[in-house]
C-alpha cells in the first residue's frame, strides 16, 4: 500500500471548486438576469394548482404524523434486511440467528404499536 499525498486530492478538490462555482453563478445569474416583478399574484402560495383556503396554520390530528413516522421507522428497518438476504449463504447460522432476533425485535415494537392504538383513528 501506498500512502496518499494531498496531491491525489487535487481532482477531488477541483470538482468540488468547479460545483460550488456552477451553483454560486447559475444563482446570482438569474437572480441578476431574471425580472424583478413583484405581485399579489406572484407572491401567494401555490399547491398543485389549488387556489388556497384559510388559514394554514389550522391545527389537524397528530394521527397522520404518527402514522407517516411509524411508516418510515419499519420501512428502514426492513430495509436493513436486504443486505442479510444478499450474503445470507456467507453468514451461515449466526446470520439466521441474528435475523430472527431483528424480526423479533421489529414484532415487539409492532404489537407495542398495537397495544396503544397508534393507528385507531376513532377518538
Not at 462555482?21 to 402560495?45: Q, W
Not at 436493513?80 to 438476504?85: G, H, I, K, L, V
Amino acid at each position: 500500500m501506498t500512502a496518499s499525498v494531498p496531491l491525489d486530492y487535487l481532482p477531488i478538490f477541483i470538482m468540488f471548486t468547479i460545483a460550488v462555482g456552477f451553483a454560486a453563478v447559475s444563482l446570482l445569474a438569474t437572480h441578476k438576469l431574471g425580472p424583478l416583478r413583484k405581485t399579489k399574484v406572484k407572491l401567494e402560495s401555490f399547491e398543485c394548482g389549488i387556489e388556497t383556503q384559510g388559514n394554514a396554520r389550522v391545527p389537524f390530528s397528530i394521527k397522520y404524523f404518527l402514522v407517516a413516522i411509524l411508516f418510515v421507522l419499519f420501512d428502514i428497518e426492513v430495509i436493513f434486511m436486504y443486505p442479510w438476504a444478499a450474503n445470507f449463504k456467507e453468514l451461515g447460522m449466526l446470520g439466521v440467528v441474528e435475523v430472527f432476533s431483528f424480526i423479533a425485535l421489529l414484532l415487539v415494537g409492532f404489537y407495542y404499536m398495537l397495544a396503544k392504538k397508534a393507528l385507531k383513528w376513532e377518538d
